[in-house]
Nanobody
């Protein structure tokens, strides 16, 4: 559907921080729910957290509530994932994804049926 582009991945030592960025078309970024997912090698893609222009933010997993936050810039053009206190188990490919529609644009709908995906950005956390 629409294209999203992630950036900001890299390598960091345990305890460090990274901020990932997700950019897309203006309509998408202003009206879609935007969520972050990650996929570790050999594992299923894991939904992390979400931001919506209509119902705010939501965490899809409790495991990152104390370390990861999602936000938008003031121009509403970029969604960020701030990751603090990174650990080796956070290693993986991180994706942003979008979902539109009357209900799909709400994070409260949950982590399924996101259909606009970025290419992913690699995050590697060394011990």
């Amino acid at each position: 559907q629409v294209q999203l582009v992630e950036s900001g991945g890299g390598s960091v030592h345990a305890g460090g921080s990274l901020r990932l960025s997700c950019a897309g078309a203006e309509w998408t970024m202003r009206h879609y729910a935007i969520a972050w997912f990650r996929q570790a090698p050999g594992k299923e893609r894991e939904p992390l957290l979400c931001i919506s222009p209509y119902d705010g933010t939501a965490y899809f997993t409790d495991s990152v509530k104390d370390r990861f936050t999602i936000s938008r810039d003031s121009a509403q053009s970029t969604v960020y994932l701030q990751m603090n206190s990174l650990q080796p188990e956070d290693t993986g490919v991180y994706y942003c994804a979008g979902r539109g529609g009357l209900t799909g644009s709400n994070c409260s709908k949950g982590p399924n049926n996101f259909d606009a995906w970025g290419q992913g950005t690699q995050v590697t956390v060394a011990s």
